[in-house]
């Protein structure tokens, strides 16, 4: 079982501050981690999906950086703003030949005005 | 982007009963889907995999004959709970990878249907 895990559990933040949080993962037998956005009453969505150690994404104001060797990513949120708010979860494949995803316990942000 | 829709979002149904919840990719083919319920305060926990024309593989713990998976389209993906009670109440999930090329690995999500059980 992978074991998957992301802290802190929640945030709250005010409008434009920056904030960041993290995702714990075993370093052995690294293949991806995947980032996934989740708002409460939509769909989750995908965020990045990253593969090398040192590797760094950016989409907007979101940036996620990931190091293998010690099994951990950072998603990092520049000037918070309220529509951010949500849920953000990792999730690596427990493997290389699988396409399942085993999803952390998330990190539940809110962004206050 | 791709557009996975999950129907029906919300059921109410009495203990003993079945309840079916349809997952449709609707501009693309997925070969694979995933089904994943969620516990309150918890995180998405892998039910099964869908596979395409095959029998669906379930993850340690899942009862098989309690969450029927058929997926019998490359667009389709049914998960059945069966002889509901009211511990089986939960949000159910579902996703699906295009099979396409320019596989970045990502998973398109449902919107989930939460199920109650009185």
């Known amino acids: 079982i992978l074991n998957v895990e992301q802290s802190p559990q ?8 920056s904030t960041n949080f993290t995702c714990s993962f075993p370093s ?3 293949y991806a ?6 708002e409460t009453a939509k769909s989750p969505e995908a965020l ?4 090398l150690n040192g590797d760094e994404k950016k989409k907007g104001r979101i940036s996620a950086t990931l190091n293998t060797k010690e099994g951990y990513s950072y998603l990092y949120i520049k000037g918070s703003q309220p529509e951010d708010s949500a849920t953000y979860l990792c999730a690596p494949p427990p493997s290389y030949n699988t ?6 316990t998330g990190t539940r942000l809110q962004v206050f005005p | 982007g791709a557009v996975v829709s ?3 979002s919300r059921v109410i149904c009495k203990s003993g009963t079945s309840v079916k919840i349809e997952c449709r990719s609707l501009d693309f083919q997925a070969t694979t889907m995933f089904w994943y319920r969620q516990f309150p ?3 998405l926990m892998l039910m099964a995999t869908s596979n395409e024309g095959s029998k669906a593989t379930y993850e340690q713990g899942v009862e098989k004959d309690k969450f029927l998976i058929n997926h019998a389209s490359l667009t389709l993906s049914t998960l059945t709970v069966t002889s509901a009670h009211p511990e089986d109440s939960s949000f159910y999930i579902c996703s699906a990878r295009d099979r396409r090329g320019a596989n970045t690995g ?8 939460r199920l109650t059980v009185l």
Request: net charge negative; charged share 20%; glycine share 10%.
């Open chain 1, 10 to 17: 929640s945030l709250h933040v005010q409008e434009g501050d």
């Open chain 1, 48 to 51: 990045f999906v990253m593969t």
């Open chain 1, 99 to 104: 396409d399942k995803l085993i999803f952390g």
């Open chain 2, 106 to 113: 990502e998973l398109f999500f449902g919107e989930g249907s």
């Open chain 2, 6 to 8: 999950q129907h029906p």
């Open chain 1, 28 to 30: 052995s037998n690294f």
């Open chain 2, 41 to 43: 305060k918890q995180s």
């Open chain 1, 33 to 38: 981690l995947h980032w996934y956005r989740w």
